[in-house]
């Protein structure tokens, strides 16, 4: 075989595979979930002047005795506990029962015999009747514990927070991300806040690896899915 034309068959073969690659994210992508980004942040530096005047006290070096170490700053930390459980439900029942009947006699008319209309008659019936039933139940129970960093201090002291969280065990990671808005009046001693009392709440939990391909539709059977809905 020519070299060129080898060479040829060969950048074709990988440029289809590259598509197909390419076509299975696509077909199997996971929605995606608008988690703040980014998921840390380091605070900004904080210039303070060296005064060295022999005194016991040192503007540089100052802790205050009885310091809240709640997160107040950008680059804090603070612990979120997770704990969302969500249940809807909804039923719906709908019956439409329609009929209607209709008879028609001629007896008489002027000028014409009465025996001529001894099967002059018409009759008509109709039906129609429709039943439709509906229902749709929900559940949602998520638990769970991520430390955040404060990444923005809004104008009213309200804190945009965001975390992130990955463990990996042999082939598969499992990704814990999470952002929100936190009051620093709801922040409970010993720096943790619920979720419940975070605004905005965006959380993804998702794996990879083999654990999460195995749960994915295959790219193939997504594909007859997708042209033939039926």
């Keep these: 075989m020519n070299p060129l ?17 390419a076509g299975c994210q696509v077909l199997n992508a996971p929605p995606p979930v608008d988690v703040a980004l980014p998921t840390s942040v380091r605070p900004p530096p904080q210039v303070v002047p060296v005064i060295s005047n022999g005194a016991i006290f040192q503007a540089d070096r100052y802790r205050p005795l009885f310091e809240d170490h709640r997160a107040r700053l950008i680059g804090d930390t603070l612990t979120v506990q997770i704990v969302e459980k969500v249940n809807a439900s909804q039923k719906s029942n709908s019956k439409i029962d329609k009929t209607g009947e ?3 006699n001629v007896t008489a008319l002027p000028f014409i015999s ?12 109709s039906t129609n009747t429709y039943e439709g039933k509906g229902s749709t139940d929900t559940s949602n129970d998520f638990n769970g514990t991520i430390t955040a960093t404060v990444t923005d201090v809004l104008a009213n002291g309200h804190l945009l927070i965001a975390g992130e969280k990955q463990i990996g065990v042999n082939h598969n990671v499992n990704v814990l991300r999470f952002s929100g808005q936190v009051d620093p009046r709801s922040i409970q001693p010993g720096n943790i806040v619920a979720s419940a009392q975070v605004a905005n709440v965006r959380i993804e939990h998702r794996g990879r690896g083999a654990q999460a391909e195995a749960q994915g539709i295959g790219w193939l059977a997504r594909f007859f899915l997708n042209v033939l809905p039926l």
């Design 114 to 125: 009465s025996n001529s209309f001894g099967r002059a008659s018409a009759t008509g019936t």
């Design 5 to 21: 034309a080898w060479i040829a068959i060969r950048c074709v073969t990988l440029t289809a595979s590259a598509l197909t690659l």
């Design 102 to 104: 209709v008879a028609a």
